[in-house]
């Protein structure tokens, strides 16, 4: 009796140790925030990874940028690069990039061909009613139920990313007021309409505001069962905003050194949606706990490699992949 009793203490010993002992390699906990356009797939990748525990808030762009610059978050997420205030001892990682949406809910219209011009004088007030001569003109299978209402545009409250790729897209193919800038005010030179926070907010405004149109992220305009229009290219063609039209016309833009899309939205790219924009992640390269780099490091690598490649199409984005994934991948390796 004394040799079983001896076993079941030191089995009990063993047992307690192997208790204690994870405690020594516990996972990392890091936090993330910012994109509102990438949350979808923020939330996909956080919760089907698990070497370490990510919790990523959908915050908008401006405010990602921020409190990644203030040291609040272990790794933040923009549609945007710094124009101001940048951290010093960080990158830019792109990791997912996808369709600006051109969003409306017009009764008994579920198919719309817009122009770059078109869109423009629409959001600045330019065309007011949803019959306007100009909207007709290229609509002819629609006209007849285009109505005689006014144009409720929805804008982003926000600093928004996906404000700051509008703006660049409708200065590079329009012109006039239009700017990159993350504020709506800034970016389009007014602020008729109607304001709503991030791109869950958008689409649910547009759908709960008859004759609305905004722009946003394809899987928030999926999930809500919103039409879209499609988008005059550089190319001449009317193209929607889908998965392979994005990814034809983002694996023809250029990538910066530090891994900056440089997006020519006037670029004739047969098949292409034009209106596209990278997300971007932020991470420390000279973080003060290395332990929490690691982590970021690992879990952006798994989001590139893994998570990407496997979600992505399926919820409206583009995995990157090729020369813009070689690079993405480069500036992981300097995470620390």
Excluded: H
């Amino acid at each position: 009796m004394r040799k079983i009793s001896g076993i079941l203490v030191a089995g009990a010993l063993v047992a307690s140790i192997a208790l204690v002992a994870p405690a020594a390699n516990a996972a990392e906990t890091i936090t993330g925030s910012g994109s509102s356009y990438m949350n979808s797939m923020q939330q996909t990748c956080s919760a089907a990874y698990t070497t370490n525990m990510v919790t990523y808030t959908s915050k908008g762009s401006s405010t990602g940028k921020s409190e990644f610059a203030s040291g609040a978050t272990s790794f933040g997420g923009s549609d945007s690069l710094y124009s101001s205030d940048a951290p010093s001892n960080f990158t830019y990682v792109p990791l997912v990039g996808g369709p600006i949406a051109i969003v409306f809910n017009v009764k008994g219209v579920k198919n719309l061909n817009l122009t770059p011009k078109l869109v423009s004088d629409i959001f600045t007030g330019k065309v007011k009613k949803w019959n306007a001569a100009s909207i007709k003109a290229v609509n002819a299978a629609v006209a007849a139920k285009l109505p005689n209402k006014k144009i409720q545009v929805v804008f982003r409250s926000d600093g928004s990313g996906t404000t700051n790729n509008f703006g660049n897209y409708m200065k590079q193919t329009v012109g006039g007021t239009w700017k990159a800038a993350d504020a709506w005010a800034d970016a389009s030179g007014s602020t008729m309409g109607t304001g709503a926070a991030k791109n869950a907010g958008i689409v649910t405004t547009v759908k709960g505001l008859a004759n609305s149109i905004s722009y946003a992220d394809l899987a928030d305009v999926t999930t809500a069962k919103l039409a879209f229009a499609a988008l005059k290219n550089g190319a001449g063609q009317f193209i929607k905003p889908t998965v392979s039209a994005s990814g034809r016309f983002l694996a023809a833009s250029t990538v910066a050194t530090n891994g900056e899309v440089v997006f020519d939205y006037k670029k004739k790219v047969t098949g292409g949606y034009n209106l596209t924009l990278v997300a971007y992640g932020l991470a420390p390269t000279k973080s003060s706990s290395a332990a929490k780099a690691a982590a970021v490091k690992d879990y952006f690598t798994y989001f590139l490699n893994t998570c990407s490649p496997k979600e992505a199409a399926k919820i409206g984005y583009v995995a990157v992949s090729g020369k813009l994934k070689i690079k993405a991948l480069e500036l992981v390796a300097k995470i620390k």
